[in-house]
């Protein structure tokens, strides 16, 4: 499937002069981003965008390895038919009309013209790839905001749900590999991908929305393997009454027994998620950070209330805040003032400076019993330097204990947390997120290591 | 306690001309901010920042009726006796080194010497009043932003969750009232607060960050009545084990059994939530937005797989989604393309434009079994134009039923949805914070017909 995310020349079937059809967005888009050979097809048009248009895909000079299709629907079955009559790999099917609106005479002349050809959609968004460039998003950048490079790919069974989870990753800084949308699933489906992605270099983390699962049991066979590699994140819809019956008038998905996907979901070695947000807390956290050697946690604040707060939260996450080690304490006096609260949480208190933390973060990487630590920086006291991030991103470079960092703020506070979250440190702003996000780290090295 | 909030005269104990040190921040800040007379208080200085300085109160030209102290903390009692002496009402104790460092003598010398004077602190970063002007947070704008003119008042037994929430709020353009961190709460503490903001006619919505209650009894007794004036949103921490253990550290606050806690809450009509982010999300919904009549939903997207998120998060919360009525389905028939998905949640499809919403609002407006709207709008799609934010705050002006915006995604959205928020609009980027919004809504109309 390498070749449907990066070929060597795509073919845009449907290309278009009109700056507000879907088929010119998609070529201006590609001619920016992708570095092979793109060929506009529309029997149309001499030029558009300056690149020779070609009247249908038996005219071009070479076959290409991918096509991408924005006509009418009727007209679709018989360009999929000619794509594979001359030996194209894999057609992504942006247009609409078919099964979703009820014409399944559609669908099925889509199937039967395809061959060995493997079609992606009908009625997708289709893909996005940070390093090929390939990026079928008929959106303009202006409206969607396209992530940077990363290891987090994405697959979606809702266009919509996908490409506000993709702009609002590109806003927050978040890195991104791959992003699929696979629309109707008439031919490649939600499994399709993950095991593909499962074996994706580039992918460090899978996360995925869907609404129901087509073949539970290949998928369930198919997850407990990716999942033994890499981890698998999950956000499954439909899981009420209401949410299952308004799944059923989106995608037509079953959206099945909540408990029975469950149940799958465990035995996979998946974990479940309930909302986007929590999804890529969890995938940037994973995707960067080392695993836990354990349950425990060090806590660190210059804040009193956000070490109250933060000890409540992991707690209920169901992780543990051990007692420091006399020597660790010993240490800590020493170098500390003497108004810094001496615990876990460790309160270096309101006027600590970087030093404070350079102090603290020493304690907690060599403490044997700390196997990950939750960092509290207000950046709304004077005495907190922008230093921090090197202090902090030295720590999180060594990959000896996962760190995550708690602040919450308006600009300033937030500049810095993006510096941090560029340097591979995971950012939230309250001290929950951060716990559920650690919580999510130890559970996988739970599932690794069975 | 008016005059605490809004005096004629302040007069700040410890003013600096050395930019770096407390005295001098809030002198600035006031000089800015606070348009009564201001003075400043300094034996060395003939003058700081342009205005005339005094080398005590007692060489004052009038008895001011507020005092600003950040002086060194044995120093503080008899400048608090000369202070009560000469009639001065209210001081704010800028200055720590009390009983939260074990100092207790330091603590009884200052109570013995308040006589009538009340006392906010010691150890506190004071008051935020965005109507008055006094404003005694110690740090600069840069690293705290101060939050906008608004309904929702706060009060915090931290000095550091207090701030950053402040400057977070103020960041994301939500409205401040007023602002009180009480540290040590030696005199003043936090049930006075209550009771003042349950009759401050500005304050709409009360929050409260607390690790514990100082007097069980009173708090109850002065919770419950003001909760059925106006929302009380509490914040207490310190709910497990290890939480209880680090607010006794912190602010020798016995946290006390969470159950018992739970009991009172619920006695008392008050709406707990468990973070930062939670309570600001259920005030800016209380203090905008009408109650609903019932626990009725009606939910209206543009993109499927957000209608099947909402139905799911709506559910979860407790509250209902009824199917629409006969005649509200004809006339959406009749005035809305055969593609859109004619049910509840309202799914006005990837192509919907701001007439289709304009459409789907009326008819939910006019719906009787419709009691509050969630209404998803994902501008990463080429539709909906910039119009439908006066759409929307239409709709929310006239305070039929509450309406909340749900949209996820980069800059492009961002700014709609604080152009939406400025309008009274509460907007979230997941349904699940709109849905546990919409359930505090409902609760509290639950607590005010009681």
Not at 2 to 30: C, M, Y
Not at 42 to 68: F, H, Q, T
Not at 225 to 231: E, G, L, T, W, Y
Not at 308 to 328: H, K, Q, T
């Amino acid at each position: 499937m390498k070749t449907l995310f990066s070929p060597k020349s795509i073919a845009v079937v449907g290309a278009s002069r009109d700056p507000h059809k879907v088929g010119h967005v998609i070529l201006k888009n590609l001619l920016e981003s992708f570095s092979g050979e793109v060929f506009p097809i529309n029997p149309n048009a001499e030029e558009i965008l300056g690149k020779r248009c070609y009247p249908d895909l038996k005219s071009l000079p070479e076959v290409p390895e991918l096509i991408i299709i924005s006509i009418p629907a009727k007209l679709v079955p018989d360009v999929i038919k000619e794509a594979s009559s001359i030996g194209v790999k894999y057609a992504i099917v942006i247009s609409g009309g078919f099964g979703e609106v009820g014409r399944k005479d559609l669908d099925k002349a889509l199937f039967e013209a395809k061959d060995e050809l493997r079609i992606l959609g009908p009625n997708c968004l289709g893909i996005y790839d940070s390093e090929s460039g390939v990026d079928t998003l008929f959106l303009p950048e202006y409206r969607l905001k396209r992530p940077r490079k990363g290891g987090i790919s994405l697959v979606s069974q809702s266009g919509a749900v996908g490409s506000s989870i993709l702009d609002w990753a590109g806003e927050e800084g978040f890195g991104v590999s791959k992003f699929v949308s696979y629309g109707n699933a008439l031919d490649l489906k939600e499994t399709d991908f993950l095991e593909y992605l499962g074996l994706d270099k580039s992918t460090r983390v899978i996360c995925m929305y869907i609404e129901g699962v087509s073949d539970g049991k290949r998928f369930l066979e198919v997850a407990s393997h990716v999942s033994k590699r890499k981890p698998i994140i999950v956000m499954k819809v439909g899981r009420t009454k209401s949410g299952s019956k308004a799944a059923r008038s989106h995608t037509g998905a079953m959206a099945g027994d909540d408990v029975i996907y469950n149940g799958v979901f465990k035995q996979a070695g998946i974990i479940r998620v309930y909302d986007m947000v929590s999804m890529f807390d969890i995938a940037r956290t994973l995707s960067e950070q080392p695993l836990p050697r354990g349950p425990n946690v060090g806590i660190i604040t210059n804040g009193g209330g956000y070490g109250v707060i933060s000890a409540d939260e992991v707690s209920e996450a169901g992780l543990l805040i051990p007692e420091l080690s006399s020597e660790a304490r010993k240490e800590l006096k020493k170098k500390l003032p003497p108004h810094a609260v001496i615990s876990n949480p460790l309160d270096l208190v309101g006027d600590a400076d970087v030093e404070r933390y350079k102090v603290a973060l020493e304690v907690m990487e060599n403490e044997a019993n700390i196997h990950m630590v939750m960092c509290n920086v207000l950046f709304q006291t004077a005495g907190v330097q922008s230093e921090i991030i090197d202090v902090i991103r030295e720590f999180s470079d060594r990959k000896n204990k996962p760190i995550v960092v708690v602040s919450a703020g308006g600009d300033y506070t937030r500049f810095h947390m993006r510096m941090l979250e560029r340097s591979g440190v995971p950012t939230f702003d309250s001290p929950r997120r951060a716990a559920l996000a650690l919580k999510a780290l130890y559970d996988y090295s739970q599932i690794r290591s069975q």
